[in-house]
């Protein structure tokens, strides 16, 4: 089975500082998604990647950043976090063809 | 505008009833459609998935698909109290490189 590991289950951070969540998958996958869900707004991509060092902005970029150095290793980054990015993230893997996501258990930030 | 529509619900059935969840898509050009399973505080779960028109069985769950009516539905056969989870439609639309577009999912609940 695909397994897409997120570093932190809950995460409390305070105001302005910056967060890295980190998402790895064990299967070689090509792409690989960063969500946010919230309560009556459902998933929304933030980015994604098809490659390694490749990024694509998804539909609210906006206070994040991040990085593929390696093909397994997602990282999603709030450069200065802010009380509005307090959020479930979602990281997710697919290989390359019209396949599904797998998800990662998520990682419920708090910011403070 | 890539829409994926379903109804939030909640939907209510009694155990052992069929459950009926239903999405309409707003690209007739897509050709990719998903069905996921999310409980309450977890990570959206790929259940199904289906590309052809028609119905394609898993157990106790059945993905219909009507590319003409551009609509998908998730059948429950039997459902049972630990089907209470949302259910999330997505579909990969045509040039979208692979992303999938959520809809905002039905809420299941299965009452003893």
């Known amino acids: 089975d695909v397994k897409v590991t997120q570093s932190s289950r809950y995460l409390v951070k305070r105001t302005g500082e910056k967060v890295f969540l980190e998402c790895v998958q064990d299967m070689d996958h090509e792409n690989m998604f960063w969500y946010r869900q919230d309560p009556g707004l459902g998933l929304r991509l933030i980015y994604f990647s098809y490659d390694v060092k490749m990024k694509e902005k998804g539909d609210i970029p906006e206070g994040y950043s991040v990085s593929r150095e390696k093909k397994e290793r997602f990282s999603l980054i709030l450069e200065s976090a802010s009380t509005n990015q307090t959020s479930m993230y979602l990281c997710a893997s697919s290989p390359t063809g019209n396949y599904g996501y797998t998800f990662g258990s998520g990682t419920r930030l708090t910011v403070v | 505008q890539k829409e994926v529509e379903q109804n939030s619900g909640p939907l209510s059935v009694p155990e052992g009833a069929i459950a009926s969840l239903n999405c309409t898509y707003s690209d007739r050009g897509s050709q990719s459609f998903f069905w996921y399973r999310q409980y309450s505080g977890k990570s959206p779960e790929l259940i199904m998935f289906?590309?052809?028109?028609g119905d394609k069985e898993d157990g106790r769950f059945t993905a219909q698909l009507n590319k003409a009516s551009q609509y998908v539905s998730l059948l429950i056969r039997d459902s049972q109290p630990s089907d209470s989870a949302t259910y999330l439609c997505?579909?990969?639309?045509?040039?979208?490189?692979?992303?999938?577009?959520f809809g905002s999912g039905t809420q299941l609940t299965v009452l003893p």
């Open positions: 997505a579909v990969i639309y045509p040039g979208s490189a692979r992303q999938l577009t």
């Open positions: 289906i590309y052809s028109n």
